[in-house]
């Protein structure tokens, strides 16, 4: 059962140089390493969150994101599915909204985790269009074929939006884990390699 209820909670995630994206906006909410090269434990923070880039794709917008845990690696793709979509005003006024609190769940079927994952996000969306919640933050939780969250929204209806994430694709999918001493290559200039003890999440989005 979902329960909702006003908090001051801010948007989480860790935002340091930014790279060049498709817009203004989307220059200012994307994220990479200074020496294009990323290690897992020099990222970790005290809530297991790294960072996420925008992913060059030929159509729609890609998402790439790293984590030393696979709720981390989904929590930071849902942050960067939510910032790419808002405008440069948008994004300065949601920290200014009314946040409430709930428990958003989806099943994971087939113990199908990066399925598990799209299922996670095309939720965020639903709940977005469906019931004017528009996420602002997420802790999630992975048990029991359940992927749970401790979300914070704010109204849909307040948010100026840029453009509309329509869907979340199973284009490009991944989400694993990078093992010890596994280097996974950056993407030319836009994504620096990240190497392994960690979690990588991608996802391509319909816009």
Known sequence: MEMDSPTS??????HTRRIQPASPHRESCATHSPDRFVH????????????????????DIGIRAFSSSPEGAIEEAT????????SESGAKTVNSLVRHTGT?????????????????MEEVLYRCD?????????SISINDGIISSQVSW????????????KAVTMHELILRRV????????VSNDIPSFEGPGWVAQ?????
């Open 9 to 14: 909670a801010r948007i989480s995630g860790i």
């Open 40 to 59: 897992a434990m020099g990222l970790t923070g005290s809530d297991d969150r790294m960072s996420w880039w925008i992913l060059p794709t030929t159509a």
């Open 79 to 86: 942050l960067g599915m939510q910032a790419i979509q808002l």
């Open 104 to 120: 958003w769940s989806v099943s994971i079927e087939d113990d199908d985790l990066p399925r598990g994952m799209v299922r996670w």
């Open 130 to 138: 469906g019931e004017d919640k528009w996420l602002v933050g997420n």
């Open 154 to 165: 704010v109204d849909s209806d307040s948010v100026e939006r840029e453009i509309e994430v």
């Open 179 to 186: 093992e010890e001493g596994e280097l996974l290559p950056g």
């Open 203 to 207: 996802v391509v989005l319909d816009v």
